[in-house]
C-alpha cells in the first residue's frame, strides 16, 4: 500500500480512546475515533476505514454486532478488525469473535509494542489480500474445479500459481458452513454404514 490506511477506532472510554488515538497517530496512520458503535457504523458506510480497532462491550452496537454488520456489507476492499477486550478470551468468546469475523485482539491494558505489532500484522493481511484481488481479476480459473491456467498454458491447483507469484503460503481448514453442510453429514454416514455393517461395535 503506497499510503498508511485509514484506522477507525471505537472505543467508549475517553481515556482508552485517546491512547489509541495517540499510538495510533504517531506511527502515522490516518486515525479518526469514534466513542460507540452506531457513531462508527454510520461513518463506515461512508469512509470505508482499511483497519477498525474497536472496544468489544459499548454502547448501541457492541464490537461483535459491529464487526458483524462490517463484513454483511458488500465491499470491493477488505476491512481488518482488531477487537479490544478486558477480559480473558475463553473458547467460548473466541468462537464468537470469530464467527462475527474479528481478525486480531487487543489486551486491554495496551501498550505501543502490542498495537505496533498488530497494525503491522494488518497491513501485511491488506497487502495480500489486495495482490491477491489483483491475481482474481487476470486468472483464468476454471469454474469446475477451480485449477489456474498459468502462463506456460498448464493447469494447476489455486495455492501453487499464487505462492509462485507472492510467496504466499496456504493452510487448510474448513470453515463452519461446509463443515455443517459437508463434514458432518459425511461423518453421520460413515457411521451408520459402519453400524450397519457390524452391529455390535454400536
Same mark, same amino acid.
Given at each position: 500500500?503506497?499510503?498508511?490506511?485509514? *484506522?477507525?477506532? *471505537?472505543?467508549? =472510554?475517553?481515556?482508552?480512546?485517546?491512547?489509541?488515538?495517540?499510538?495510533?497517530?504517531?506511527?502515522?496512520?490516518? *486515525?479518526?475515533? #469514534?466513542?460507540?458503535?452506531? =457513531?462508527?457504523?454510520?461513518?463506515?458506510?461512508?469512509?470505508?476505514?482499511?483497519?477498525? /480497532?474497536?472496544?468489544?462491550?459499548?454502547?448501541?452496537?457492541?464490537?461483535?454486532?459491529?464487526?458483524?454488520?462490517?463484513?454483511?456489507?458488500?465491499?470491493?476492499? #477488505?476491512? #481488518?478488525? /482488531?477487537?479490544?477486550?478486558?477480559?480473558?478470551?475463553?473458547?467460548?468468546?473466541?468462537?464468537?469473535?470469530?464467527?462475527?469475523?474479528?481478525?486480531?485482539?487487543?489486551?486491554?491494558?495496551?501498550?505501543?509494542?502490542? /498495537?505496533w505489532n498488530r497494525l503491522r500484522v494488518a497491513e501485511r493481511i491488506l497487502n495480500f489480500n489486495q495482490q491477491v484481488k489483483t491475481l482474481e481479476s487476470l486468472i483464468p480459473i476454471c469454474s469446475y474445479c477451480k485449477k489456474v491456467r498459468n502462463d506456460d498454458d498448464l493447469w494447476e491447483q489455486v495455492?501453487?500459481?499464487?505462492?509462485?507469484?507472492?510467496?504466499? =503460503?496456504?493452510?487448510?481448514?474448513?470453515?463452519?458452513?461446509?463443515?455443517?453442510?459437508?463434514?458432518?453429514?459425511?461423518?453421520?454416514? #460413515?457411521?451408520?454404514?459402519?453400524?450397519?455393517?457390524?452391529?455390535?461395535?454400536?
Amino acid at each position: 500500500m503506497d499510503s498508511k490506511p485509514k *484506522v477507525h477506532i *471505537v472505543e467508549d =472510554d475517553s481515556t482508552t480512546r485517546r491512547l489509541l488515538e495517540n499510538l495510533t497517530s504517531l506511527l502515522g496512520y490516518q *486515525v479518526m475515533s #469514534y466513542e460507540n458503535g452506531d =457513531d462508527a457504523w454510520s461513518a463506515f458506510k461512508l469512509e470505508h476505514p482499511q483497519i477498525v /480497532i474497536s472496544d468489544w462491550k459499548m454502547p448501541g452496537l457492541d464490537g461483535l454486532e459491529l464487526c458483524h454488520e462490517l463484513r454483511r456489507k458488500s465491499s470491493s476492499s #477488505y476491512t #481488518y478488525f /482488531i477487537l479490544v477486550t478486558a477480559q480473558r478470551r475463553s473458547r467460548s468468546n473466541l468462537e464468537q469473535a470469530i464467527q462475527a469475523g474479528v481478525d486480531d485482539f487487543l489486551k486491554k491494558p495496551i501498550g505501543s509494542e502490542e /498495537i505496533w505489532n498488530r497494525l503491522r500484522v494488518a497491513e501485511r493481511i491488506l497487502n495480500f489480500n489486495q495482490q491477491v484481488k489483483t491475481l482474481e481479476s487476470l486468472i483464468p480459473i476454471c469454474s469446475y474445479c477451480k485449477k489456474v491456467r498459468n502462463d506456460d498454458d498448464l493447469w494447476e491447483q489455486v495455492e501453487q500459481y499464487v505462492n509462485e507469484r507472492t510467496g504466499a =503460503d496456504f493452510t487448510h481448514s474448513i470453515c463452519p458452513p461446509c463443515l455443517e453442510t459437508h463434514v458432518r453429514p459425511q461423518m453421520e454416514a #460413515y457411521k451408520k454404514a459402519l453400524k450397519e455393517k457390524d452391529p455390535l461395535k454400536s
